[in-house]
């Protein structure tokens, strides 16, 4: 099949009588990173959770690999669907990974046993044969020698490195990011982005939410402006960045331009 992996069709989400999602469409090829932007409250988050299955959907289809996310579809075109069982629906979450704003590992266990942790858990794999594999994504992440750390021993950014391998050690086809470095101080975004762009270098399927314009300009191969409920802009980097279309999207960079230089005016200031 030629579809993208992601392959999102006219997703509507409302929480009681407020629709967040306002029918999203959105691929995402294999091998492409693609950047999510937009303003707070847009339904960034929102669109990864149901993607990831966190939430249900009102209407639309999501396909992750061709399959039809939580959902059996009963025959006929555009026909009734019959929501999937619990057991089949985390088979589907087992294939995507996903990293957040906090990085939520288990405080009381070390950095390598937190990464072994899914694998033991829910693949039943040997403790003995995980264990390789997880000291290995912790090295591929930098942290070859923080092994037997605990979250509280490690910095943010070392901890949201943690979350990365714990994420791979399920050697999901997609991973999601949402705001992986929000929650950093900013001296500790650096070493966090460029390990997601290693892992868009060996071709990882990545769909991120940021807020980082330069890691949207050199590793996104397409960026998506979402605004209150709708995609409102998508194109290469390069073009809706530096040349967008729409005034939503022009608002929204124009805002996080001001934001950057406040901030960098206030750190000034502290120098
Ligand atoms: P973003 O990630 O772009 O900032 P969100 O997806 O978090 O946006 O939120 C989109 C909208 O949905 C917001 O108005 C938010 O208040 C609302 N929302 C998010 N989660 C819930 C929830 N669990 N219950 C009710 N409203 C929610
Ligand atoms: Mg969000």
Request: charged share 25%; hydrophobic share 40%.
């Amino acid at each position: 099949m030629s579809q993208a992996l992601v392959h999102a069709v006219q997703v509507r989400k409302s929480y009681g009588s407020t629709e967040v999602l306002k029918g999203i469409n959105l691929d995402v090829n294999a091998g492409e990173v693609v950047c999510l932007l937009g303003p707070s409250g847009s339904g960034k988050t929102t669109f990864l959770r149901c993607i990831n299955q966190l939430e249900e959907i009102q209407a639309g289809r999501i396909f992750v690999d061709g399959d039809l996310m939580g959902y059996k579809d009963k025959g006929a075109k555009g026909g009734r669907l019959q929501r999937l069982k619990d057991k089949e629906i985390a088979a589907q979450r087992r294939e995507i990974g996903m990293v957040f704003q906090r990085f939520n590992l288990f405080p009381h266990m070390t950095a390598v046993d937190n990464v072994m942790e899914a694998p033991v858990k829910v693949k039943g794999q040997r403790r003995s044969a995980v264990r390789a594999e997880a000291l290995e994504l912790l090295e591929k992440v930098g942290l070859g020698d923080k092994a037997s750390a605990y979250p509280g021993q490690l910095s943010g950014g070392q901890q949201q490195r943690v979350a990365i391998a714990r994420a791979l050690a399920m050697q999901p086809k997609l991973m999601l990011f949402d705001e992986p470095t929000s929650a950093l101080d900013p001296e500790l975004v650096g070493e966090v982005l460029e390990v997601m762009r290693d892992l868009a270098k060996q071709g990882m399927t990545m769909l991120v939410v940021t807020h980082e314009m330069a890691f949207a300009r050199d590793v996104a191969d397409r960026v998506v402006l979402m605004d209150a409920g709708v995609v409102v802009e998508e194109g290469a980097p390069s073009q809706v960045i530096n040349h967008p279309k729409h005034q939503r999207t022009k608002d929204f960079l124009g805002r996080l331009r001001s934001e950057h230089e406040r901030v960098a005016e206030a750190a000034a200031e502290l120098i």
